[in-house]
């Protein structure tokens, strides 16, 4: 469509981003709720100065698979003050547009099966999904019916991105 995007992902592939990767979504039991909200804060701030705001810069549409949200939602779920993880984060860059994919927590859990990491249990994507519409109830994420065929989804993702970049232009 003429768009210049680049696509970006959380946990990054930077060094903080593969120690998470490896040592806290892959281990049997999930480990602190704080030092995790604080790995992901700076794996956040790394990946923000070394992905983002170069290719913001450039001009580019940055897409990226989770952000700020999901350590609000996860760490929140886990019992972290939300203020917190926020100040945790003030350094991330708000995005324009924020989506969350509505799916149901038990579909979730199923679709995952058996590369599911220690964050994804049906309690705590129960706890997620409660934080998460708290934000889609706020206006901060735009909610997508995720219930739908790959393709349904994306179609109704690409409108969201069309009618937000039509606002902006």
């Keep these: 469509m003429g768009y210049d995007a680049v696509y970006t992902a959380e946990p990054s592939r930077g060094k903080i981003g593969n120690f998470i990767r490896k040592y806290c ?3 049997e039991k999930r480990g602190s709720s704080i030092v995790e ?3 992901f804060a700076a794996d ?3 990946h923000v100065e070394r992905e983002v ?3 913001l810069n450039e001009g580019k549409i940055v897409v990226s698979d989770r ?5 609000l939602a ?3 779920a886990a019992g972290l003050d939300l203020k917190w993880i926020e100040m945790v984060n003030e350094h991330a860059i708000r995005p324009g547009l924020a989506i969350f994919i509505d799916v149901k927590p038990r579909v979730v859990v199923q679709r995952l099966k058996p590369n599911k990491s220690v964050m994804e249990k049906l309690e705590i994507q ?4 409660k934080v998460y519409l708290k934000f889609v109830e706020s206006r901060e994420l735009v909610r997508i019916d995720g219930d739908g065929s790959k393709e349904q989804v994306a179609d109704a993702i690409l409108k969201a991105v069309l009618r ?3 606002k902006t232009a």
């Design 37 to 39: 909200a604080l790995l």
């Design 53 to 55: 705001i170069p290719a």
């Design 126 to 129: 129960q706890k997620v999904m």
């Design 67 to 71: 952000y700020v949200y999901s350590s």
């Design 25 to 27: 979504l892959r281990s």
């Design 164 to 166: 937000f970049l039509e």
């Design 44 to 46: 956040r701030f790394e």
């Design 74 to 76: 996860y760490q929140g």
